[in-house]
């Protein structure tokens, strides 16, 4: 059974950084893509980073120069550094695992079966 389990929200102004962690367990196959979305509120979830099993990784526009995906393959750990923070980043972020095989199709959250719970980030202007 997967579990992702996210981690490192919170409140931070605007300008500000913020590191995602996200702890997954019963993932068994690595080539496949893990993925962030970003859910504003009252707005649709939007993929905004996704990286495949040979590192290669996928940003959506609205994050681009700013954020950075990458994984701890041995800790089973995905992050997302995520540096000049804006308030309209604010919302929940979720974690997602077993996706496409080609990290450019990763930012469609029907590609993807498992999820995480999410964890809130607030950006203050």
């Known amino acids: 059974q997967v579990r992702l389990v996210e981690s490192g929200g919170g409140s931070v102004q605007a300008g500000g950084s913020l590191r995602l962690s996200c702890v997954a367990s019963g993932v068994t196959d690595s080539t496949k893509s893990m993925g962030w979305f970003h859910q504003a509120p009252g707005e649709e979830r939007e993929g905004i980073a996704a990286?495949?099993?040979?590192?290669?990784?996928a940003y959506g526009d609205s994050v681009k120069g700013r954020f950075t995906i990458s994984k701890d393959n041995a800790e089973n750990t995905l992050y997302l550094q995520m540096n000049s923070l804006k308030p309209e980043d604010t919302g929940m972020y979720y974690c997602a695992a077993g996706g496409p095989r080609v990290a450019r199709f990763g930012l469609e959250d029907f590609e993807y079966p498992y999820w995480g719970q999410g964890t809130q980030v607030i950006v203050g202007s």
């Open positions: 990286i495949n099993g040979d590192g290669d990784t």
